[in-house]
Structures are given as C-alpha cells and as structure tokens.
C-alpha cells in the first residue's frame, strides 16, 4: 500500500523555539495532506488540511500564525510549530488520501514533539 | 461533539473473548474506517467499509456499517493479548474526522 513517512519521529526543544515537521508521500502524489494532533489519552483532533499551491484550512481554534503550513510539492507537506510553548507538546500526525472514489487515507508514523 | 464517537471508551475482557466497539457518526459518508493504536504509536489501518457495504470482513475482523441509523460496530473475535490497543472509527466526508476511540485491554 501507499506509505506516509515523517520526519522527525520525535523532537524534544526548548520553549520559543521553532520546530518544522516534514510530512511526506512517498510513492504517490498528494494534493491535499492532513494534519492531526493527539494529546495523551485523546483522540486526534484534525488542526488542517493543507492545499498544494494553495493556503492551508485550519480548524476552529488552531492558530494558522503559530502552526505553519507550507504543502511545497506534490509529495510533501511540512508543519511548523513556531515559537513553541509546553503546552504545545503533542503527538502531531499527518495523512493524505490516495485513490479515486475509495479515497484511503495513508497516515504517518507521527512525531512526538515534547517543549521543555 | 465530535463526529465519530465510538462507545465504550474502554473495555477489558479476558483472552479468547469478543470485543465489540460501535462508533457513531453525523453525517452523510463515502467510507468509514477502523484504525489501531498502540500506545504512544502511529496508527494501523484495519479495515475499510464503503457507504453501499453493510459488512466486512478482514480475518479475525468483522465490520458492519448502517448508514440509516449513522453507526459501525467493530467485532474482534477469538481476541488476543496482543490486541490491546486503542481503536477509532475514522470517517472522511468533507471534514476527516476521528471519534474518540476505544481502548481494548486484553488479559491473557
């Protein structure tokens, strides 16, 4: 099946610092990627959907100025958590669908991203 | 709430049992999907049921989906040990939407 790689798998960082997370398709092309956050013992909760060649959509209640979405290439999107505070530890996952009508979402291993 | 809510939030049975997880959902869907979760882990696709199928099956899996009454239930039979995990229904229509998921303890 399709594969979603991401990079890094974890990061640990100090508060207000910027960490970049790389989402990436990897034998498939992907127009549009999601993005997902999980805190522990939740469910993931989509923060936005990001367009290639376009802006992203955020969700309600996710700020597009601290989580920055660029979906640069057809194969690759990437999530960047600026000025990063604790309580934006998380575990952050990304999909993209493949297919025609079916429409399977392929998810990424997740990155596990820890703010001291 | 959230669209896609799966019930119970938790369920512990012995090796051996079945697990049944029922998920609800909003609104009008193309395909509704199972994944699991191990702790702290990336998630694991299981099965996938279209909007015009009403039942699935995938080895020790059985999916059913009814459309009318917005619901799918995941029975997992024979369970095992190393099932324990937690489990979301995943629907995709228009917003990709996760329920809040089962958490399945298998006791050997």
């Known amino acids: 099946g399709a594969v979603v790689s991401q990079h890094p798998s974890r990061v640990i960082c100090k508060s207000g610092t910027s960490v970049k997370i790389e989402c990436r398709s990897l034998?498939?092309?992907?127009?549009?990627m999601f993005w997902y956050r999980q805190f522990p013992k939740q469910s993931l909760m989509l923060m936005a959907t990001?367009?290639?060649?376009?802006?992203?959509?955020?969700e309600q209640g996710v700020e597009k100025d601290k989580f920055l979405i660029n979906h640069a290439s057809l194969t690759l999107s990437t999530l960047t958590v600026t000025s990063a505070h604790p309580e934006d530890s998380s575990f952050y996952i990304c999909?993209?669908?493949?297919?025609?009508?079916?429409?399977?979402?392929?998810f990424g291993p997740g990155t596990r991203l820890t703010v001291l | 709430s959230q669209q896609g809510e799966e019930d119970p939030q938790a369920l512990s049975i012995q090796e051996g049992e079945n697990a049944t997880m029922n998920c609800s959902y909003k609104?009008?869907?193309?395909?509704l999907q199972w994944y699991r979760q191990n702790s702290g882990r990336g998630l694991v696709h299981l099965i996938l049921?279209?909007?015009?199928?009403r039942e699935k099956h995938s080895g020790r899996l059985r999916v059913t989906l009814d459309t009318s009454k917005k619901s799918s239930s995941l029975l997992i039979t024979a369970s095992r040990a190393a099932d324990t995990a937690s489990y979301f229904c995943?629907?995709?229509?228009?917003?990709?939407?996760f329920g809040d998921g089962t958490t399945l303890t298998v006791k050997p």
């Open positions: 995943f629907t995709n229509a228009g917003k990709s939407t």
């Open positions: 034998d498939f092309q992907a127009t549009t």
């Open positions: 049921i279209r909007s015009n199928e």
């Open positions: 609104t009008s869907i193309n395909n």
């Open positions: 999909s993209a669908p493949q297919g025609q009508g079916v429409n399977t979402q392929y």
């Open positions: 990001s367009n290639e060649g376009s802006k992203a959509t955020y």
